[in-house]
């Protein structure tokens, strides 16, 4: 059965009616000794008394530089249009999983490693040999970056490190079976109510058996309002560009969630959808509805090397 926008949407409101009904807006944790376990860094309430509340977890979870470890799985559907024949027709539906791994360091600076793994459940693609689309299940390029992060006692956000992909596709449709490897930078500001900023990048291929040569760049605008009771509401439109086929990618983005405290366990939940204005005109997404779920957890790699 193709999974439609629909079945996304009821999925999200059950969930997120199932783990609401369990918790109270800006609940404190009950163990804030677990949660400081879990980012091998204090987190503490502005108050001191060492029990941070939901509003408190989601502003750290909005700040990029976080020291919160989180595991975020996003399930979305896409609906695409382009010159093809029956491209308007097609959707896709995929799944990205995004653990964050920091490493907390003693002056409160961070090193972070983000690796980004998608797997495609029916990722539409073109036959040129029978003129239309077959749908390809399996997983697509893994991509990861490691950066070394600062959060300034006044709000100053700046990061810089490395971004990479690697050709893990299990199909030749779903990944350009090459190594890119290149730059990223990160500025922004975070106050107790909003964090904006921009993180761009830029990859080039390094290696791997494909014909394809690669250089683009890839700008990710965020702005985050934290309103109370642990929600949130903002946009982070990524806008690519492809120096090799000259073209942009440019989609609007919003997005609205609630961090919860389960069990002592922090959770955000939230949804978010995409409207491309610019994309292939050949083929290429219309929209991307998506539902995010991302608890925190024990950050075992920094354990380990502690």
Known sequence: MRIRPAHILVIAVLVGW???????????VDDPGAVGALSSAPVVS?????????????????NPNTPLASLTLKLQHRIFEGDLPDADDQHGTGMLFQPSFPFPRANGDVVLFRPAIPLQFDQPVFDPTDLGFESDFGLGDIAFDLAYARTTKGGILWAGGVVSTLPTATRDSLGADRFTLGPEFLVGKLTKKYVIGMFPSHQWNVGGSGD?????????????????????????????????????????NLSFGKTLILGGRPWKLSMEINYYVEQSDAFGPKWLIGFNVAPVVENVLATLFK
């Open 46 to 62: 502005a108050d001191g008394a060492g029990k941070p509340t939901a509003d408190e977890i989601a502003a750290q979870l909005a």
């Open 212 to 252: 394809a040569d690669i250089s683009l760049t890839s700008v990710q605008l965020f702005g985050t309002y934290l309103p109370a009771g642990g929600w949130n509401v903002g946009t982070s439109p990524i806008l690519s560009y492809d120096h090799k086929a000259n073209q942009w990618t440019i989609p609007l």
């Open 18 to 28: 199932s783990l609401a009904a369990h918790a109270q807006d800006g609940q404190p």
